[in-house]
């Protein structure tokens, strides 16, 4: 079992920047991702990192705008949020795969959350107009 906590949430004008930060409990050599829900909609992916190669890839609504990283020797992900938007608004979540998860599903689509079987709790992003 991995255990994820997320941090760096908060509340900035639109125009501002965060940077999110999730820590595993252990390392997790697969798939880790962000992903956010908005009140009163689906939960969806936001970024996903190929741990083990770097490999990123973006929802379009983010593209340019939030960077997915790693730091391996901390066992830390995060998110970079700039020029955020009110539609950026919601509780970010942090995922990672399981082996079983990777060996089925690999690690190339952002937006799959059955892809991931750990989750963190999750912290609230709020931005204003």
């Known amino acids: 079992q991995v255990q994820l906590v997320e941090s760096g949430g908060g509340s900035v004008q639109a125009g501002g920047s965060l940077r999110l930060s999730c820590v595993a409990s252990?390392?997790?050599?697969?798939?880790m991702g962000w992903f956010r829900q908005a009140p009163g909609k689906e939960r969806e992916g936001v970024a996903i990192?190929?741990?083990?190669?770097?490999?990123?890839y973006y929802a379009d609504s983010v593209k340019g705008r939030f960077t997915i990283s790693q730091d391996n020797a901390n066992g830390t992900l995060y998110l970079q949020m700039n020029s955020l938007k009110p539609e950026d608004t919601a509780m970010y979540y942090c995922?990672?795969?399981?082996?079983?998860?990777?060996?089925?599903?690999?690690?190339?689509?952002?937006?799959?959350?059955?892809?991931?079987?750990?989750w963190g709790q999750g912290t609230q992003v709020t931005v204003s107009s």
């Open positions: 995922a990672a795969q399981r082996q079983e998860d990777f060996a089925r599903w690999g690690c190339t689509y952002y937006n799959e959350l059955r892809q991931y079987s750990y």
């Open positions: 990192i190929a741990t083990y190669g770097g490999s990123t």
């Open positions: 252990r390392n997790t050599p697969y798939c």
